[in-house]
């Protein structure tokens, strides 16, 4: 599971530097799909990552307007900064996690650790899924969505 993290987390900093090509009109500019436009999905993915974690080890979750993100450079600040909390709890992971019960809102939800971790991997491909045809649609070469190469054994 950790490779797979690693794998998003390799792709995102090359989306982060593809989409520093882009103006920041263009960032923003309306879209189908995703958060409706190129950075705020970016955004939607650093805080979902960011959010579940938290739910896991209990604490608590961002209070994040994208409205307060108008350019690539608020979304690699808040990546930066979140990351190696995110890192770490990776890091730490052990196949012993993977059923423990993660219970949210009195009850409402139940899932285990291991599907949270395991959505949180899908949920960044899939997204990255969106910025591959958002990017074609400008003209340029999506990132390499490849994992093999990676050096992610």
Known sequence: MKSLFYYNWQVRDEWFQLCGKLSNEELLAKRTGGFGNILHTLLHIVVVEYDW??????????DVSPEDFRTLDDVIVLHKTWQPEVKSFVEAWSDEL??????????KYQFTYGEVMQHLIAHEIHHVGQLSVWARELGLTPVNANFINRGLK
């Open 53 to 62: 974690i938290h739910d896991i080890t209990g604490e608590p979750v961002a």
């Open 98 to 107: 993977h059923d423990k019960p993660l219970i949210l809102e009195n009850g």
